[in-house]
C-alpha cells in the first residue's frame, strides 16, 4: 500500500505558475503509474496528466496540454505537475493518485491510490 501526500497548492494571479507535488509512502514508488486529477466547485473529477513507471511516457488532456509537465523523482518518491500560463478555469483542487497497473490511464477508477488534495486557485 502506498500513501500519497500532496503539497505546492495556493493563489495564483492568471498568467502565473505553480509546481505541485506528492510524495508518496514505501520503496516500491518506481514501480506506480501516477497521475494528476482535479476537481473544481460543482463539477466532477477530471483527469489531468498521466507518466509511467519510468517516466519515459506522459499524458496530458487536452486543455492542460502545453501548460502543464508532469514529471517524477523515483529517487525522492516524488512526482510534480509543474502548471505555467495558468487560467482561471484551472481552479480546482488537485489529487495524486498512483496505481501498479502500468496501463492506467485517465480514469479514475483506474488507480487505487488517492491522495487527500491540494487546493490551487488561479484569480483574474
Known amino acids: 500500500q502506498v500513501q500519497l501526500v500532496e503539497s505546492g497548492g495556493g493563489l495564483v494571479q492568471a498568467g502565473g505558475s505553480l509546481r505541485l507535488s506528492c510524495t508518496a509512502s514505501g520503496r516500491t514508488f518506481s514501480t506506480y503509474v501516477m497521475a494528476w486529477f482535479r476537481q473544481a466547485p460543482g463539477k466532477e473529477r477530471e483527469f489531468v496528466a498521466r507518466?509511467?513507471?519510468?517516466?519515459?511516457?506522459?499524458y496530458y488532456v487536452d486543455s492542460v496540454k502545453g501548460r502543464f509537465t508532469i514529471s517524477r523523482d523515483n529517487a525522492k518518491n516524488t512526482v510534480y505537475l509543474q502548471m505555467n500560463s495558468l487560467k482561471p478555469e484551472d481552479t480546482a483542487n488537485y489529487y495524486c493518485a498512483a496505481d501498479r497497473n502500468q496501463f492506467a490511464t485517465t480514469r479514475e477508477y483506474d488507480y487505487a491510490y488517492w491522495g487527500q488534495g491540494t487546493q490551487v486557485t488561479v484569480s483574474s
Open positions: 507518466i509511467s513507471w519510468t517516466g519515459g511516457s506522459t
